[in-house]
């Protein structure tokens, strides 16, 4: 039996001198188990004879002769069904872990057989049983010793090679949900917009990864007018104020690949001059999970170190605050691509944030080799009446729609379980943000929340391909860009709960893993 573990806050290894107090298994049969785990089947059949919810429940027993001497077991349930997918190995993961900590055990194994139908499962499993093993950054800050719920996290592999593999990918994509979960997770003055910058700039020193930071407010007011218009009111609060921040990594040897990525960051979102009324702005500090999973991937880079792939970031760390200088529905402001932009609903300014940073990408990717855009944001509360939660959404322009880029996200977003759901702008949207009289270009929004207007997760895509001038960068275009929008106001998890790092495995999937 080849073992190797995972301490999953320090993201080290040391398991040749472990001594495991218990196994957690995860399968969809005791009686399909491998030969050389036939020692955990007796034990699971004993059990069984004498409780048949075995199959439905999370059970704990007895298992003389095994570490620990006791047992885990959870069932993924069949996994043969049309409608079966990877996510059942994260899900029996997470509620067995659990268990295991209620029971006391601070070394579990975690044995998971590999499944012929999904080529990823044990590294789906681990991965389920490190979300739960998380511990918010407050609670590791202000209580040191328990900032783990276990001491080491072992997992059971047939080979060595296939074990350091899993245990590498397991590693550093843990790594980045860690830090998508603190930024993401973390409360509105934990991770105001300075404090945002700090840990970043602790998180990326003497790695790969170049950090810079735009704060000074003449330099936001000329290069992001957009941005600078929902900071305005928050400026007046010297630990609110906004911040920019840069992020760019660039492989070992010649590039052939430039991921240019917009993540939203919003502090804390009251919904400004039209506020969040009604007891619904409860969890808005989660609306920043755009810029933490930017953040999140740029730590898997830092990781893994992929060769010939060039990324550039930026993470929009804004508080939509409301008072006395907050910016307000009628306001006409120029975009840095000099779109004339009315501004309908002041609860709109995940757009407006990202508008300006993502016309700077477009800039920067018509130098830079096969770039490609994206800007990710928990945009609206339609994304998840569209699809329901679990769900990130992504939409192509035409260019990226050729290469049909989002079929290839859903498709390594399901081998992962980080699943997507495709949507299409169409030319509504457009007509949509169109202007309404002679005074504005653009309407940057309508005074309705999206989860009330028609097509309201698939409109702001076009808003911001307007806003930020990549409408001349169309399949029509001399210099045609591709750009995708990914909408994680479902994927990114509940709220009360642990931020789910949507989508970085599937950004590393798509951009890095072929490449190591």
């Given at each position: 039996m080849?073992?190797?573990?995972?301490q999953?806050?320090?993201?080290?290894?040391?398991?040749?001198d472990?001594?495991?107090?218990?196994v957690?298994?995860?399968?969809?049969?005791?009686?399909?188990?491998?030969?050389?785990l036939?020692s955990?089947?007796?034990?699971?059949?004993?059990?069984?004879?004498?409780?048949?919810g075995?199959?439905?429940?999370?059970?704990?027993?007895?298992?003389p002769?095994?570490?620990g001497?006791?047992?885990?077991?959870?069932?993924?349930?069949?996994?043969?069904?049309d409608?079966?997918?990877?996510?059942?190995?994260s899900?029996?993961?997470?509620v067995?872990?659990?268990?295991?900590?209620?029971?006391?055990?601070?070394?579990?194994l975690?044995?998971?057989?590999?499944?012929?139908?999904?080529?990823?499962?044990?590294?789906?499993?681990?991965?389920?049983?490190?979300?739960?093993?998380?511990?918010?950054?407050?609670?590791?800050?202000?209580?040191p010793?328990k900032?783990?719920?276990?001491?080491?996290?072992?997992?059971?592999?047939?080979?060595?090679?296939?074990g350091?593999?899993?245990?590498?990918?397991?590693?550093?994509?843990?790594?980045?949900r860690?830090?998508?979960?603190d930024?993401g997770?973390?409360d509105?003055?934990r991770?105001?917009?300075?404090?945002?910058?700090?840990?970043?700039?602790?998180?990326?020193?003497?790695t790969?990864v170049?950090?810079?930071?735009?704060?000074?407010?003449?330099?936001?007011?000329?290069?992001?007018?957009?941005l600078?218009a929902?900071n305005?009111?928050?400026?007046?609060?010297?630990?609110?104020r906004?911040?920019?921040?840069?992020?760019?990594?660039?492989?070992?040897?010649?590039?052939?690949?430039?991921?240019?990525?917009?993540?939203?960051?919003?502090?804390y979102?009251t919904?400004?001059?039209?506020?969040?009324?009604?007891?619904?702005?409860?969890g808005?500090?989660?609306?920043k999970?755009?810029a933490?999973?930017?953040?999140?991937?740029?730590?898997?880079?830092?990781?893994?170190?992929?060769?010939?792939l060039?990324?550039?970031?930026?993470?929009?760390?804004?508080r939509?605050?409301?008072?006395?200088d907050?910016?307000?529905?009628?306001?006409?402001?120029?975009?840095?691509?000099?779109?004339r932009i009315?501004?309908?609903?002041?609860?709109?300014?995940?757009?407006?944030?990202?508008?300006?940073?993502?016309?700077?990408?477009k800039?920067?990717?018509?130098?830079?080799?096969?770039?490609?855009?994206?800007?990710?944001?928990?945009l609206?509360?339609?994304?998840?009446?569209?699809m329901?939660?679990h769900?990130?959404?992504?939409?192509d322009?035409?260019?990226?729609?050729?290469?049909?880029?989002?079929?290839?996200?859903?498709?390594?977003?399901?081998?992962?379980?980080?699943?997507?759901?495709?949507?299409t702008?169409?030319?509504?949207?457009?007509d949509?943000?169109?202007?309404?009289?002679?005074?504005?270009?653009?309407?940057?929004?309508?005074?309705l929340?999206?989860?009330?207007t028609p097509?309201g997760?698939?409109?702001?895509?076009?808003?911001?391909?307007?806003?930020s001038?990549l409408?001349?960068?169309?399949?029509?275009?001399?210099?045609?860009?591709?750009?995708?929008?990914?909408?994680?106001?479902?994927?990114?998890?509940?709220?009360p709960g642990?931020p789910?790092g949507?989508p970085?495995?599937?950004?590393?999937a798509?951009?890095?893993?072929?490449?190591?």
């Amino acid at each position: 039996m080849g073992v190797l573990s995972v301490q999953p806050m320090e993201y080290t290894t040391n398991c040749s001198d472990e001594k495991f107090d218990g196994v957690v298994l995860i399968s969809d049969c005791i009686k399909k188990l491998p030969a050389e785990l036939k020692s955990l089947q007796v034990p699971l059949t004993e059990y069984g004879n004498v409780d048949a919810g075995i199959y439905s429940e999370v059970v704990a027993l007895k298992a003389p002769g095994l570490p620990g001497g006791r047992m885990v077991f959870s069932s993924t349930g069949p996994l043969n069904r049309d409608y079966d997918d990877v996510r059942q190995f994260s899900d029996a993961a997470g509620v067995a872990i659990n268990r295991a900590v209620k029971m006391g055990m601070k070394c579990p194994l975690l044995v998971c057989p590999q499944h012929k139908s999904f080529k990823h499962n044990i590294l789906v499993a681990v991965l389920g049983a490190l979300h739960n093993l998380y511990v918010p950054l407050e609670l590791r800050e202000a209580f040191p010793e328990k900032s783990h719920k276990v001491k080491v996290l072992g997992f059971w592999v047939p080979s060595d090679a296939e074990g350091k593999r899993i245990q590498q990918l397991a590693l550093a994509l843990e790594s980045g949900r860690v830090a998508y979960r603190d930024i993401g997770g973390s409360d509105p003055e934990r991770m105001a917009a300075p404090k945002v910058a700090e840990y970043i700039q602790e998180l990326f020193k003497n790695t790969p990864v170049k950090v810079s930071i735009v704060s000074e407010l003449k330099d936001l007011e000329k290069e992001y007018p957009c941005l600078a218009a929902v900071n305005r009111c928050a400026n007046t609060v010297p630990r609110h104020r906004a911040r920019v921040i840069k992020l760019e990594y660039t492989g070992e040897g010649p590039i052939d690949k430039t991921v240019l990525l917009v993540g939203k960051g919003i502090t804390y979102d009251t919904g400004g001059a039209d506020i969040k009324a009604g007891g619904i702005m409860a969890g808005m500090h989660r609306d920043k999970c755009g810029a933490a999973a930017v953040a999140g991937f740029f730590q898997v880079l830092a990781e893994l170190k992929p060769k010939k792939l060039r990324v550039l970031g930026a993470m929009t760390m804004v508080r939509n605050s409301v008072g006395a200088d907050c910016y307000v529905s009628d306001e006409l402001i120029i975009s840095r691509a000099q779109k004339r932009i009315r501004v309908g609903n002041t609860d709109a300014e995940g757009r407006m944030v990202m508008a300006d940073l993502l016309c700077e990408m477009k800039e920067k990717a018509l130098t830079e080799v096969a770039p490609e855009l994206y800007t990710i944001a928990t945009l609206t509360g339609h994304a998840i009446r569209a699809m329901g939660p679990h769900y990130s959404i992504i939409m192509d322009n035409g260019p990226a729609r050729k290469s049909r880029n989002a079929q290839q996200w859903q498709e390594v977003g399901d081998a992962l379980g980080d699943p997507f759901e495709i949507s299409t702008i169409r030319r509504e949207d457009f007509d949509f943000h169109k202007g309404k009289s002679e005074y504005e270009d653009i309407l940057q929004c309508n005074n309705l929340p999206s989860s009330a207007t028609p097509r309201g997760h698939q409109t702001p895509a076009a808003f911001l391909i307007m806003a930020s001038g990549l409408d001349e960068n169309g399949i029509n275009s001399d210099k045609p860009l591709p750009y995708s929008h990914v909408d994680i106001a479902g994927s990114s998890g509940p709220f009360p709960g642990i931020p789910t790092g949507a989508p970085v495995l599937s950004m590393t999937a798509k951009f890095v893993l072929h490449r190591l």
